[in-house]
């Protein structure tokens, strides 16, 4: 049932998830606190047979003893290093936010193993010259009509715009609705970039803008959707809130009841 979790793996076996763990720690070694190294350890281990990690805050907390908050910190700590990778789930059968996913990503000099060396300088060799009679037997032989004619490469669409087009072309065949999508996102998007603190992450909301249209496509084919824009903005809105604000109130070990006073008790 975890099967999915190898869609998101960078890794095909422990050897090399193992390898870039222990690089990660080395390379960020005094960067990161006990507490990091922990959670990122734990992460490995639920990673070894599919590559990803899905894990609640709770499970990851109550295996290296600590709390809730002290658990989030530590991801994003871990995110912030260039350690891991974050990635929202939704539950495919009650269509919310689930548990996140984590995947361990390679480091520098894995990446660089897969980049091709030099490719040797073919020799030159000399080229005999064709005879007049075989250049007119050759293009008696050939009919212009067999020549297959190639396509031009395929553009890949580089705007979110674009990019829903395709991805809506290709599942329903349907184009036209990538602009009531796109006005959404555009919608709910702005909301946000207009704060300072938000400004930064435009990336982030096109990468939630085409997670959300993913989601939604999917979810057509599991039941009827009177409005699939509409409920493509409840997706969207549910993915922006648990990335920005999710975290916003657990920073805090004690309960948000107890930072007010009861009612006629004077403070001290």
């Given at each position: 049932?975890?099967?999915?979790?190898?869609?998101?793996?960078?890794?095909?076996?422990?050897?090399?998830?193992?390898?870039?763990?222990?690089?990660?720690?080395?390379?960020?070694?005094?960067?990161?606190?006990?507490?990091?190294?922990a959670v990122l350890d734990m992460i490995r281990r639920y990673s070894v047979k599919y590559?990803?990690?899905?894990?609640?805050?709770?499970?990851?907390?109550?295996?290296?003893?600590?709390?809730?908050a002290t658990v989030r910190r530590a991801i994003r700590k871990l995110e912030k290093l260039e350690i891991i990778e974050r990635i929202?789930?939704?539950?495919?059968?009650?269509?919310?936010?689930?548990?996140?996913?984590?995947?361990?990503k390679p480091t520098n000099d894995q990446s660089n193993l897969n980049t091709p060396e030099k490719a040797e300088k073919p020799s030159v060799s000399k080229v005999e010259p064709v005879h007049s009679a075989t250049e007119a037997s050759l293009s008696k032989a050939i009919?212009?009509?067999?020549?297959?004619?190639?396509?031009?490469?395929?553009?890949?669409?580089?705007?979110l715009f674009g990019k829903m087009k395709s991805f809506l072309s290709s599942t329903i065949g349907?184009?036209?609705l990538a602009r009531n999508f796109y006005g959404v996102y555009r919608h709910q998007s702005l909301q946000m970039l207009k704060f300072s603190i938000h400004e930064d992450k435009g990336e982030l909301f096109e990468?939630?803008?085409?997670?959300?249209?993913?989601?939604?496509?999917?979810?057509?084919?599991?039941?009827?959707?009177?409005?699939?824009?509409?409920?493509?903005?409840?997706v969207l809105r549910e993915l922006i809130t648990k990335a920005l604000f999710s975290d916003a109130f657990m920073d805090y070990d004690v309960a948000v009841e107890e930072f007010y006073l009861p009612v006629g008790r004077n403070s001290v």
């Open positions: 049932m975890t099967t999915y979790l190898s869609e998101y793996a960078h890794f095909t076996n422990k050897r090399d998830l193992d390898v870039a763990t222990r690089q990660h720690v080395l390379a960020h070694w005094n960067a990161m606190n006990q507490t990091e190294r590559g990803a990690a899905h894990l609640k805050h709770e499970t990851i907390g109550k295996a290296i003893k600590k709390s809730n929202h789930y939704i539950r495919p059968v009650m269509s919310g936010l689930g548990a996140n996913i984590y995947v361990i009919n212009t009509k067999d020549i297959k004619r190639t396509s031009p490469p395929e553009i890949v669409p580089t705007t349907e184009c036209k990468q939630l803008g085409m997670q959300a249209l993913r989601i939604s496509i999917q979810t057509t084919k599991r039941k009827k959707i009177g409005n699939l824009p509409g409920y493509y903005a409840g």
